[in-house]
């Protein structure tokens, strides 16, 4: 079995305001969009943002709570990025969390929200090598 | 700026019954564990299983709450696994939220709640090619 993960979708409230955080504070393009959804083409998976109510139909489950128990990371290859980038996601329409510093495992980090209160943490880990692909493998 | 995730952390409220849910349903091996956090070295990035309170200290941010405004998709390569895959992940601590249909789009597709609440949708998805690496590319 493939440890595989395709998609992640995050449920939005605003795709414009949503977008706007993505492409302006990241500084990513869609690889497709329509008044719906946006797919962005990330390493190895597509991450989507999906309009209220359209994950919640399609799982045919309601009541899908904010924030969830959960958070994605950015790792950048530089510790003075991480702050840098969270002024850019800051003024993109985030949140700052957790302004940048030192976990107990080492390197750099901080969180910030989006627009709809999912949690980024943008974190400086030399330990995980990026390649040039932006793949990135688990290391001690 | 690399369209790049490094890590999916979800918190979990029992590390074991987490753990038998991917070991043992999706059929994945851990690349480190200890009492607080499992990881799990997925396609390009990392999958991290991190007990209740842990990721709520790291990002200084209390009350994430379940079911989270979001999903994970696990592709397969035919239709057929889509409900065999549901059904051992049901086995494995999981309950089934939509039972295998086929979506507007086209391919085939259920979600089934991991022991904390995360949504995963299974999937069948002609048009979005997975390698042998198991990186996944947008289709339409």
Do not use: C, K
């Amino acid at each position: 079995m493939q440890q595989q993960i395709s998609v992640i979708t995050l449920s939005v409230a605003d795709l414009s305001r949503s977008r706007r955080f993505y492409v302006d504070g990241f500084g990513w393009s869609p690889v497709f969009e329509n008044e719906d959804i946006l797919f962005y083409q990330m390493n190895g998976f597509v991450l989507g943002t999906w309009l209220d109510g359209g994950l919640e139909g399609d799982m045919q489950r309601e009541g899908l709570r904010r924030p969830g128990a959960f958070s994605l990371a950015h790792n950048v290859r530089e510790q003075g990025q991480v702050a840098r980038l969270m002024e850019r996601l800051a003024s993109a329409g985030g949140r700052i969390l957790r302004p940048a510093d030192a976990p107990p495992q080492g390197g750099w980090r901080g969180y910030v929200a989006d627009p709809d209160d999912h949690a980024w943490e943008i974190a400086f880990n030399p330990a995980w090598p990026i390649d040039d692909q932006g793949l990135v493998t688990f290391g001690l």
